[in-house]
């Protein structure tokens, strides 16, 4: 029903931004990611995704259609609600959340609050077959591989796994190799 918004940000929460668009202020529920850089006064562009439910319409907004879209097939499993979803996309970028599932690795889904062992291979489960071109050769893409490597190391160095995963996300996908991705993440982590 509302698939894009666009307008000025008005009003800012750790949960979601209110949008006026020509004198309407639409509530839009965001990823954390979005909401720390959303600023009063700010030009604004979501893709959004309406949830209807019997007492309640929540628009959900997404920087790009990718990611809502992403948002649309974690709703596709039972079980999982758009808050859900919305916490799924908030953990890490969409195309490492595909390959994990694509691979069977939930550590990613793990982690988010509500979402236990089971419902974690639920999704892996219920989304693998949607997401088999994220494979790699043996099973297990390389740069899921080292995506890893580069949290551990992280971790070994004393940063919590939350900590390790925002600065790899923040990493811009112009550099390559572990190495010079971990040298980038802290040089994020040092910038806090």
């Given at each position: 029903m509302i698939a894009h918004i666009e307008g000025t940000i008005i009003h800012t929460t750790d949960k979601f931004v209110v949008v006026d668009v020509?004198?309407?202020?639409?509530?839009?529920?965001?990823?954390?990611?979005?909401?720390?850089?959303?600023?009063?006064?700010?030009?604004?562009?979501?893709?959004?995704?309406l949830a209807?439910?019997?007492?309640?319409?929540?628009?959900y907004g997404f920087t790009t259609n990718e990611e809502m879209l992403f948002f649309e097939l974690l709703l596709d499993v039972s079980g999982i609600g758009p808050r859900s979803a919305l916490s799924i996309v908030t953990v890490?970028?969409?195309?490492?959340?595909?390959?994990?599932?694509?691979t069977g690795d939930t550590s990613y889904l793990n982690k988010v609050s509500g979402i236990g062992k089971k419902t974690a291979?639920?999704?892996?489960?219920?989304?693998r077959d949607k997401l088999q071109s994220y494979k790699g050769e043996d099973g297990?893409?390389?740069?899921?591989?080292?995506?890893?490597?580069?949290?551990?190391?992280?971790?070994?160095?004393?940063?919590?796994?939350?900590?390790?995963?925002?600065?790899?996300?923040?990493?811009?996908?112009?550099?390559?190799?572990?190495?010079?991705?971990?040298?980038?993440?802290?040089?994020?982590?040092?910038?806090?």
């Amino acid at each position: 029903m509302i698939a894009h918004i666009e307008g000025t940000i008005i009003h800012t929460t750790d949960k979601f931004v209110v949008v006026d668009v020509n004198g309407v202020g639409y509530k839009v529920s965001t990823t954390s990611d979005t909401l720390t850089s959303c600023k009063v006064g700010a030009h604004i562009s979501f893709w959004t995704y309406l949830a209807v439910r019997e007492n309640s319409l929540d628009l959900y907004g997404f920087t790009t259609n990718e990611e809502m879209l992403f948002f649309e097939l974690l709703l596709d499993v039972s079980g999982i609600g758009p808050r859900s979803a919305l916490s799924i996309v908030t953990v890490a970028s969409v195309d490492t959340l595909k390959k994990a599932i694509a691979t069977g690795d939930t550590s990613y889904l793990n982690k988010v609050s509500g979402i236990g062992k089971k419902t974690a291979e639920k999704i892996v489960i219920e989304l693998r077959d949607k997401l088999q071109s994220y494979k790699g050769e043996d099973g297990v893409p390389s740069t899921l591989r080292e995506e890893s490597d580069i949290i551990e190391a992280l971790k070994s160095l004393g940063y919590s796994q939350n900590e390790a995963r925002g600065a790899l996300k923040k990493i811009p996908s112009s550099i390559d190799g572990t190495n010079d991705r971990i040298k980038e993440a802290l040089k994020i982590l040092g910038g806090k």
